[in-house]
């Protein structure tokens, strides 16, 4: 094989299917054939042109598959296992990956976001990263591992305290993520945020204590049920205006929380008084730092369950038509069946 069909965004706002070079292993390395890949968020931003990265790419990096070919030097992997796989580059040796900072590497990079990723027929990665799933978890489930383990990262770098009052803005895919992680971390109330009554109905049905539609936010939170605020703050929209809005709702010695992607030349109003007078902690949560595998776990386990998310499946050949339309707000994940 010497060639395979990939989608590849040629530049911002250009996206087609078209034949690209197969990518045949390296030392170290297995192909994967890839049967499910989600679309997430930063595969938006990669598509508008406001994320790091370079053009032409192939876009993806939330997916499931089979072994195709194994590389030279790798051992514990057979064609035709099923796997999912970390898609986090790092080189292991630098200041921040031997002190455990493996997403802020000095060489970091990541399958679909620096180098070409799995929105095609097949895609190579570095077996290291690679994990077998288990029989009774599906590809669609198994593309769902990666986006868990940014949530495992940011629940590590949150701490919540049991007992914390929460409010998340978002209810998404990532969000019901969140609120079914927040819940099992031992929040108290969780209140969830979203223009969507159909994603605030799924996440109280997922945990959550109340949903609130972003219209009614300041007549039901300021109604002086919550006169000190949240213990917590948490945006998962990546939209600067509700990020500030959510600032609002931030208590004395709160913590804030920027889980979702923004534009990179996005820009917020913060009062720098009260980040100081209130005790304020500001937490970012880029990617995945070595979470990959306790995500694994937490879905293995079915401590956190994803497959009643996925609210369409497309093809590979309809994914360009995709990116360049408008989104239902009422879509949770779709993913592409290969």
Known sequence: MTT??????????????????????????????????????????????????????????????????????????????RVSADPTLYCGECPFCLTK??????????????????????????ARNAVKLPDDMTFAEGAFIEPMACVVHAMNRLS???????????????????VQA???AGASELVVVDVSEKKLETAVARGATKGVLSRDIEQVLHAGEYPHGFDVVVDATG?????????????????????????TDS??????????????????????????????????E?????????SRQISLEEAADFFEQPKDPHWFKVQLKL
């Open 101 to 126: 900072r493996t997403n802020q590497c000095a060489n970091w990079g990541a399958l679909g976001n620096t180098v070409n990723g799995s929105m095609a027929e097949f895609v190579a990665v570095p």
């Open 160 to 178: 919540l305290q049991v007992g914390d009052r929460v409010i998340l803005f978002g209810a998404g895919a990532m969000g019901q993520q969140l």
């Open 182 to 184: 927040l819940v099992q």
């Open 239 to 263: 939209i600067p205006a509700v990020i500030e809005q959510a600032l609002n709702y931030m208590g004395p010695a709160s913590k804030y929380l920027q889980f979702g992607v923004t534009a």
């Open 302 to 310: 079915k401590r956190i369950e994803v497959a009643s998310l996925i």
């Open 4 to 81: 395979m069909k990939a989608l590849v965004f040629e530049a911002p706002k250009q996206a087609k299917v078209k034949e690209v070079p197969y990518p045949k292993p390296k030392a170290g390395e297995i192909t994967i054939k890839v049967e499910n890949v989600g679309i997430c968020g930063t595969d938006i931003h990669i598509f508008e042109g406001e994320f790091i990265s370079p053009y032409p790419i192939i876009p993806g990096h939330e997916f499931a598959g089979t072994v195709y070919e194994v590389g030279e030097g790798v051992s514990g992997f057979q064609v035709g296992e």
């Open 267 to 300: 820009f917020i109003r913060l009062s720098p008084f009260q980040l100081y007078n209130k005790d304020w902690t500001m937490i970012g949560s880029m990617a995945i730092n070595q979470t990959f595998l306790p995500a694994f776990h937490w879905l293995k």
